[in-house]
């Protein structure tokens, strides 16, 4: 087994989603798991390509409105029936009817929030440091440039071969992404 | 750049349509072209002007309103029996304008259109602007505005808790949904585009600065899966709060008894006279911007034809609207409602009345002209005489059904003073001055969506097949 140098992956540059997109299924097929692909725009397949294929942010997303949904409501009840119980001309004291608007606002902003909040948390984000921003290049992969990574974790990383095996795909070009 | 004929969709034939985007831009050029506004080192002169002259008017809206800080809510020229007026024509006015926004980024995502791509992170800002003016009015009218927090429940010495019964209490919680969800995903959406500022900008302070907003984000294929999944669900959450917001703010007046607000009609007439206001504001806005930084590649006749439409369309359900309520009103049988619409069509404030019916049903229908929707400036007059209709309609709902109601003893006549027109022109400084801060500074469209949108045009053969590189 060849010594792997300090670095935390490898880095292949491609000109077009296609690229990427076959780069990806090829790495897949190879046995490649701890990877990544960065695109300047949402392609699709492509997070199925490197072996990502469900997202719990709708549960989470979910969950946050239901919250929003009984609290919202609860805090009306509480507020008219418990707290400051308010007798006019004998209408009931849980007139759900009119707590309906409220209840339904804070559903959908509880459930906005969790869906803002769960995005960012299941992303990592904020994430002030991370090793890709190293290879210069990588700032194109917010214009018009695509990019395919593999991270030395992956038990089948092996430097020489990975690297090989990236310049078999035909990339613009193969980079060592520093630490 | 001269219209040209382009036709989409050969196989069908007939109709020719200018596509969503002009052949022959690239992923590079999208990213270079949008971007270069916001990081150009030199402010454009007509910025300079323009924001000059709207942080003037924002000047006159701090006077005013510290002016009436200090002395009472008596400096207008609202009191009994019209005791709302500027305050709240302007609130529903302002809200209405914001609506367009959440239609144009949400409802039509969900429909698929592509046009929407090039106007909706434009559209979405003024929603923001728009529903920070709206929500000053509220503010201010209060008797005492620093003790404005007692609209929100929360634990307090008086153990007091707001009346959740009132539909002013849900208007309170309607509009902090809208304003909190609407720069969420104003906010969302622009993630990537502060990525792409941050590796492109060579100022080294707004590197930094977009560099935290960007918050590190990579592009990773992973974070962009759930980044869609975000933005479709924050989609459909923000479709029904739009329809739900207006409704709260037409149940203000529906739910009282006075002639003239009591109405069923009024939650789905405010809705669409919501957004009748709103895409006339967007076209308002966009026809310049277009112009001056010469984006007509990316908001091409296409997203101005289709606006247009929309105008006509919503302008038609605001006319029904009209309609039924002057019918209804003589259907009803009620003397009282019968005289509030006779009163609008011919007592003190017939002229506004008819103004508005002007601006608002009889101009409009000349958009059924292909040849006045493809005229850019004629669309802009229309654009604008409809924004001043759909202010004179909000007038003519709150003031003419206050100021005579069921006791002719009672009855008053209203006139603004010079404070109202301050405070009313003010908040159209602040909102203006905030467009020009945010085109100055933020990419005024979705840059990563244009490039999607390159992608879309190449593969179904709707645009040229161009070299991706550059």
Same mark, same amino acid.
């Given at each position: 087994?060849?010594?792997?140098?300090?670095?935390?992956?490898?880095?292949?540059?491609?000109?077009?989603?296609?690229?990427?997109?076959?780069?990806?299924?090829?790495?897949?097929?190879?046995?490649?798991?701890?990877?990544?692909?960065?695109?300047?725009?949402?392609?699709?397949?492509?997070?199925?390509?490197?072996?990502?294929?469900?997202?719990?942010?709708?549960?989470?997303?979910?969950?946050?409105?239901?919250?929003?949904?009984?609290?919202?409501?609860?805090?009306?009840?509480?507020?008219?029936?418990?707290?400051?119980?308010?007798?006019?001309?004998?209408?009931?004291?849980?007139?759900?009817?009119?707590?309906?608007?409220?209840?339904?606002?804070?559903?959908?902003?509880?459930?906005?929030?969790?869906?803002?909040?769960?995005?960012?948390?299941?992303?990592?984000?904020?994430?002030?440091?991370?090793?890709?921003?190293?290879?210069?290049?990588?700032?194109?992969?917010?214009?018009?440039?695509?990019?395919?990574?593999?991270?030395?974790?992956?038990?089948?990383?092996?430097?020489?071969?990975?690297?090989?095996?990236?310049?078999?795909?035909?990339?613009?070009?193969?980079?060592?992404?520093?630490? | 750049?001269?219209?040209?004929?382009?036709?989409?969709?050969?196989?069908?034939?007939?109709?020719?349509?200018?596509?969503?985007?002009?052949?022959?831009?690239?992923?590079?050029?999208?990213?270079?072209?949008?971007?270069?506004?916001? /990081?150009? %080192?030199?402010?454009?002169?007509?910025? @300079?002007?323009? =924001? *000059?002259?709207?942080?003037? +008017?924002?000047? !006159?809206?701090?006077?005013?309103?510290?002016?009436?800080?200090?002395?009472?809510?008596?400096?207008?020229?609202?009191?009994?029996?019209?005791?709302?007026?500027?305050?709240?024509?302007?609130?529903?006015?302002?809200?209405?304008?914001?609506?367009?926004?959440?239609?144009?980024?949400?409802?039509?995502? /969900?429909? %698929?259109?592509?046009?929407?791509?090039? @106007?909706?992170? =434009? *559209?979405?800002?003024?929603? +923001?602007?728009? !529903?920070?003016?709206?929500?000053?009015?509220?503010?201010?009218?209060?008797?005492?505005?620093?003790?404005?927090?007692?609209?929100?429940?929360?634990?307090?010495?008086?153990?007091?808790?707001?009346?959740?019964?009132?539909?002013?209490?849900?208007?309170?919680?309607?509009?902090?949904?809208?304003?909190?969800?609407?720069?969420?995903?104003?906010?969302?959406?622009?993630?990537?585009?502060?990525?792409?500022?941050?590796?492109?900008?060579?100022?080294?302070?707004?590197?930094?600065?977009?560099?935290?907003?960007?918050?590190?984000?990579?592009?990773?294929?992973?974070?962009?899966?759930?980044?869609?999944?975000?933005?479709?669900?924050?989609?459909?959450?923000?479709?029904?709060?739009?329809?739900?917001?207006?409704?709260?703010?037409?149940?203000?007046?529906?739910?009282?008894?006075?002639?003239?607000?009591?109405?069923?009609?009024?939650?789905?007439?405010?809705?669409?006279?919501?957004?009748?206001?709103?895409?006339?504001?967007?076209?308002?806005?966009?026809?310049?911007?277009?112009?001056?930084?010469?984006?007509?590649?990316?908001?091409?006749?296409?997203?101005?034809?289709?606006?247009?439409?929309?105008?006509?369309?919503?302008?038609?359900?605001?006319?029904?609207?009209?309609?039924?309520?002057?019918?209804?009103?003589?259907?009803?049988?009620?003397?009282?409602?019968?005289?509030?619409?006779?009163?609008?069509?011919?007592?003190?404030?017939?002229?506004?009345?008819?103004?508005?019916?002007?601006?608002?049903?009889?101009?409009?229908?000349?958009?059924?002209?292909?040849?006045?929707?493809?005229?850019?400036?004629?669309?802009?007059?229309?654009?604008?005489?409809?924004?001043?209709?759909?202010?004179?309609?909000?007038?003519?709902?709150?003031?003419?059904?206050?100021?005579?109601?069921?006791?002719?003893?009672?009855?008053?006549?209203?006139?603004?003073?010079?404070?109202?027109?301050?405070?009313?022109?003010?908040?159209?400084?602040?909102?203006?001055?905030?467009?020009?801060?945010?085109?100055?500074?933020?990419?005024?469209?979705?840059?990563?969506?244009?490039?999607?949108?390159?992608?879309?045009?190449?593969?179904?053969?709707?645009?040229?097949?161009?070299?991706?590189?550059?």
């Amino acid at each position: 087994m060849t010594l792997n140098p300090p670095i935390f992956g490898l880095l292949a540059e491609f000109h077009s989603p296609e690229e990427l997109l076959l780069a990806a299924r090829r790495a897949y097929q190879q046995g490649y798991r701890e990877m990544d692909a960065y695109s300047p725009f949402p392609v699709e397949g492509l997070a199925e390509a490197i072996g990502h294929h469900r997202t719990r942010l709708p549960l989470i997303v979910l969950i946050g409105g239901l919250i929003g949904c009984v609290s919202g409501f609860l805090l009306q009840y509480w507020a008219s029936v418990i707290h400051y119980p308010l007798n006019v001309g004998g209408r009931p004291l849980n007139s759900w009817p009119a707590f309906v608007p409220i209840t339904f606002e804070t559903t959908v902003l509880f459930a906005a929030i969790s869906a803002v909040l769960g995005m960012l948390a299941l992303n990592r984000l904020p994430m002030p440091y991370h090793p890709v921003f190293n290879v210069e290049r990588f700032a194109l992969a917010s214009r018009n440039r695509f990019f395919l990574a593999i991270e030395t974790r992956d038990p089948k990383f092996d430097y020489a071969r990975t690297r090989q095996f990236l310049e078999s795909l035909t990339p613009h070009g193969v980079f060592d992404i520093d630490r | 750049m001269p219209e040209r004929d382009y036709n989409p969709h050969p196989s069908e034939g007939g109709l020719v349509k200018p596509p969503v985007l002009e052949p022959g831009h690239t992923f590079a050029s999208v990213s270079d072209k949008i971007s270069a506004i916001v /990081l150009a %080192r030199r402010t454009p002169k007509g910025w @300079i002007f323009g =924001f *000059a002259v709207s942080f003037l +008017l924002t000047m !006159v809206l701090l006077y005013a309103v510290t002016y009436l800080f200090l002395t009472g809510i008596g400096i207008w020229g609202n009191n009994v029996p019209v005791a709302w007026a500027f305050d709240i024509i302007n609130f529903v006015w302002w809200i209405g304008i914001g609506h367009a926004g959440t239609l144009i980024s949400a409802i039509l995502l /969900l429909m %698929r259109q592509q046009w929407r791509t090039s @106007i909706n992170r =434009f *559209a979405e800002a003024m929603t +923001l602007f728009a !529903v920070a003016c709206a929500a000053l009015f509220p503010l201010i009218h209060l008797g005492r505005p620093w003790v404005f927090h007692w609209l929100f429940p929360y634990p307090n010495v008086m153990a007091l808790m707001p009346q959740f019964r009132s539909p002013l209490m849900w208007d309170v919680f309607a509009v902090s949904t809208y304003a909190t969800v609407s720069l969420l995903f104003w906010f969302i959406g622009l993630i990537p585009d502060l990525a792409t500022l941050r590796d492109r900008a060579k100022n080294l302070v707004f590197k930094k600065l977009y560099g935290i907003l960007a918050m590190g984000w990579r592009g990773s294929a992973r974070h962009w899966h759930r980044y869609e999944m975000a933005y479709l669900l924050l989609a459909g959450l923000a479709t029904p709060l739009v329809v739900s917001v207006h409704t709260v703010v037409s149940f203000d007046f529906a739910v009282g008894l006075l002639p003239g607000w009591h109405a069923t009609i009024f939650p789905p007439y405010f809705v669409a006279g919501a957004i009748f206001a709103g895409f006339a504001m967007v076209l308002t806005l966009t026809i310049p911007i277009r112009k001056f930084y010469g984006l007509e590649d990316f908001i091409t006749m296409r997203h101005l034809d289709n606006m247009a439409k929309v105008l006509l369309a919503t302008g038609l359900l605001v006319a029904y609207g009209y309609m039924m309520e002057t019918f209804l009103a003589w259907y009803s049988g009620n003397p009282f409602e019968e005289y509030t619409i006779a009163n609008r069509m011919r007592g003190p404030y017939a002229p506004a009345y008819w103004a508005l019916i002007l601006c608002n049903v009889l101009v409009p229908q000349a958009l059924w002209s292909q040849r006045v929707r493809k005229n850019v400036l004629v669309l802009w007059v229309v654009a604008m005489v409809v924004n001043v209709g759909m202010w004179l309609e909000r007038f003519i709902i709150i003031v003419t059904s206050l100021h005579r109601d069921f006791l002719p003893s009672s009855w008053e006549m209203y006139y603004p003073t010079i404070w109202d027109f301050a405070t009313l022109f003010g908040t159209i400084g602040l909102f203006v001055a905030l467009l020009f801060l945010f085109i100055r500074f933020l990419p005024l469209i979705s840059i990563f969506e244009m490039r999607a949108l390159v992608r879309e045009t190449q593969e179904t053969g709707r645009g040229e097949v161009s070299k991706r590189d550059s």
